[in-house]
């Protein structure tokens, strides 16, 4: 008896507290007017995003095919379509093709904050350009969109950002802080001769930025589960990157006369006890504060589930990992991505070689990440080395209670009044990384409202961007620099 009492008061406790926190879980989300700002000409604003994407300002993997006319081109269009810009900020040549533009602002006391998009596109893959609605480069609008490759990646921003400049120029409008504008050009192949060289640049003339605004999440619409609202997510951290090459050498010979495990065979084990063997899961700081922005606006069930995660951690990281959006915000993932063996059917591998390729949770570093991949395998027959120029380390993670943040936040709120803002980690990596030892606000987003469909146009065919949705962008970028400048 005394212990069923015992075990009541237990229960009422526990739904007491669970019910407290739940009860305390304030919104973060904060009222701001709606974004008011008017663009000049729309119409021509459409037009000239169409222009760009008719630019074939590639990335290719080899530096030979680098497009020079193209990106030479590209400037020249932006310089006769954007008079003021021009005549106004300060531009220079990163690199040759990179462009950083200084609008000074009236207080020199003040640091400055820089804004960022880049201005090449990755290829047409020549299978799939029969499934293109439009002529990938053609910069048709049609059906309310501007559709090409760019419209999306990046180049709505490149362009939405020149008009922003462009029409709070017309309005004579000043900044008090010091902006700055950023454009890449090899950023789909890790940017180390585009953006890495824009922050040396800064850093050379001892420029600390107060905070830097790049692509990397979206507005999502139907994507967030549980939400009906679009979910405006903020990019405050990203995974690292790191690809590791798995190596078996062996005798070759004759395959009629094989020994128990050819290199393939060795080389294949190892790989199947990597997809086996999952990092750990853990719920990092971005998305930790992802649910302190997101929980508050659910039911009541999830509010108390992510109110007392000290409780429900575990319930919370088993739904996650259920599905590979979801479970690549818990962990380090290990996707195996490349596999060579022998040249010919009949003959025994002399070399086995297969690329795993590992997207690096915050807090885990690329040398940890080495050693536990090492020991997983744990066989000495497999070489194991990082490979590729890509590695990265994750990158720290920017607060949310910053003014930085604040004035971010203020702006997509005034432009999406719909939606419901909240921080979260970037699964791939961005330029922003670059900038980690000049700045410490670091934010991707780009004001693109997306639907899950919409996510295989990145990088995929029928990329396109609604020309509503574009006003948005200029919209949005207009209050942003005006925020971002006070
Ligand atoms: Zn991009």
């Known amino acids: 008896m005394r212990k069923w009492t015992r075990a009541v008061m237990a229960a009422a406790v526990l739904a007491a507290i669970l019910s407290f926190n739940a009860a305390r879980f304030d919104s973060r989300q904060i009222d701001v007017p709606r974004n008011d700002e008017a663009v ?15 630019f074939q300002t590639l990335s290719h993997q080899d530096p030979a095919k ?16 954007f008079p003021r810009m021009q005549s106004a900020l300060r531009r220079e040549r990163i690199n040759g093709y990179s462009l950083i533009y200084q609008w000074s602002g009236t207080d020199a006391s003040l640091k400055p904050i820089l804004v960022m998009a880049h201005q090449d596109v990755v290829p047409v893959d020549p299978a799939s350009a029969d499934k293109w609605l439009q002529p990938p480069f053609g910069g048709v609008v049609a059906g309310g969109f501007i559709w090409g490759r760019g419209t999306l990646d990046d180049k709505g921003a490149v362009m939405a950002l020149h008009e922003a400049v462009e029409a709070l120029l017309a309005q004579g409008f000043r900044p008090k802080r010091t902006l700055y504008f950023a454009f890449g050009h090899d950023e789909e192949i890790g940017g180390r001769q585009g953006s890495a060289k824009v922050a040396e640049w800064l850093s050379a003339q001892g420029i600390r930025l ?3 605004l790049d692509e990397g999440q979206v507005v999502t619409e139907g994507i967030v589960p549980g939400f009906d609202k679009p979910v405006a997510l903020i990019g405050i951290a990203e995974k690292g990157y790191l690809s590791l090459e798995l190596v078996v050498e062996a005798e070759g010979g004759h395959s009629s006369m094989p020994p128990p495990h050819t290199a393939v065979g060795i080389l294949g084990a190892a790989i199947a006890r990597l997809e086996d063997s999952q990092f750990a899961a ?32 575990p319930l919370v990281k088993w739904q996650m990992a259920k599905a590979p959006s979801t479970n690549a915000m818990l962990r380090t993932t290990i996707a195996p991505t490349m596999l060579e063996g022998s040249v010919k059917e009949n003959v025994l591998p002399m070399r086995a070689r297969g690329v795993v390729n590992l997207r690096l949770l915050p807090g885990m570093s690329s040398d940890e990440a080495i050693r536990r991949v090492i020991a997983i395998v744990a066989d000495a027959r497999v070489r194991i080395a990082a490979t590729g120029s890509s590695r990265s380390e994750p990158s720290p993670v920017s607060g949310t209670d910053s003014d930085a943040f604040r004035k971010l936040h203020r702006a997509v709120k005034a432009t999406f009044q719909d939606a419901i803002v909240a921080p979260s980690l970037v699964l791939g990596a961005t330029d922003t990384r670059h900038f980690i030892a000049i700045s ?5 987003f780009l004001p693109a409202r997306l639907r899950s469909e919409d996510l295989k146009r990145y990088h995929g065919v029928n990329e396109r961007i609604g020309i509503d949705n574009y006003r948005e962008f200029v919209r949005f970028y207009m209050r942003y620099l005006r925020e971002a400048a006070s």
């Open 282 to 313: 853990t719920i990092c700081d971005p998305v930790r504060s992802q649910f302190a922005f997101l929980g508050p606006e659910q039911g009541w069930l999830r509010r108390v589930l992510f109110s007392n995660l000290w409780l429900f951690a």
């Open 210 to 212: 107060e905070s830097v």
């Open 66 to 81: 680098f497009p020079r006319s193209e990106f030479e081109g590209f400037h020249a269009f932006l310089a006769r379509s």
């Open 40 to 54: 000049p000409d729309a119409e021509a604003a459409v037009q000239r995003l169409a222009q760009a994407v008719r």
């Open 440 to 444: 410490d606000n670091l934010f991707r």
